[in-house]
């Protein structure tokens, strides 16, 4: 039993010394071959100067680095979706300030519908405002822009007041729900 791991010890012994000679001959051998054309050992020779000073490395300056590492974009949605987590984290920012918690409040408690209208606008305007002079990007700027069009223009009445809700976009009307067979039927039953 124990012949056994003195022959695996001398074996493993003997594969090494086997792969260094093999090893050392193969680089004694690479090195050994010399150029027999009187062109290319010239050719060899006139290398090029290595320069004297090496160049200092330039650190860019930060809005260099900015560019360097702009966002790309990663598709329509990434990019959708990048915007509604900025947005959400300006909205986040700004809701709970109090000028505009005060805002809210007093279109809340309008006593008209044109009153409400009007502060509702101006509640708009200082929100998305806020929002827009903490926006990091031109693409949000616009995309805050869109929104408050969009708010503003869910408040216009076009039909009723021209003149003060002319430069603002006519709102859709929303359709109506279609009533399914049961509905009718029972409807025309009650009748």
Wanted: charged letters at 30%.
């Amino acid at each position: 039993m124990r012949l056994a791991p003195i022959k695996l010890q001398v074996s493993a012994k003997l594969s090494l010394s086997i792969s260094l000679a093999a090893f050392c001959a193969g680089a004694g051998s690479a090195t050994g071959q010399v150029a027999t054309d009187s062109n290319l050992q010239s050719s060899l020779t006139r290398q090029a100067p290595l320069p004297s000073a090496t160049p200092r490395a330039t650190v860019p300056e930060r809005a260099q680095i900015d560019e360097i590492f702009k966002q790309t974009s990663l598709g329509k949605e990434a990019d959708e979706r990048r915007l509604h987590i900025e947005w959400r984290q300006l909205q986040n920012q700004v809701v709970n300030d109090p000028d505009i918690v005060a805002a809210k409040k007093s279109a809340e408690i309008a006593r008209t519908d044109l009153e409400k209208r009007q502060r509702l606008r101006d509640y708009y305007d200082l929100y998305y405002g806020r929002m827009a002079v903490m926006a990091r990007s031109t693409e949000m700027r616009s995309a805050l822009d869109r929104l408050k069009i969009a708010h503003l223009s869910q408040i216009t009445q076009a039909r009723v007041r021209h003149e003060t809700d002319s430069e603002l976009p006519t709102p859709s009307p929303t359709p109506k729900k279609k009533k399914d067979k049961r509905a009718r039927k029972y409807e025309a039953n009650q009748r």
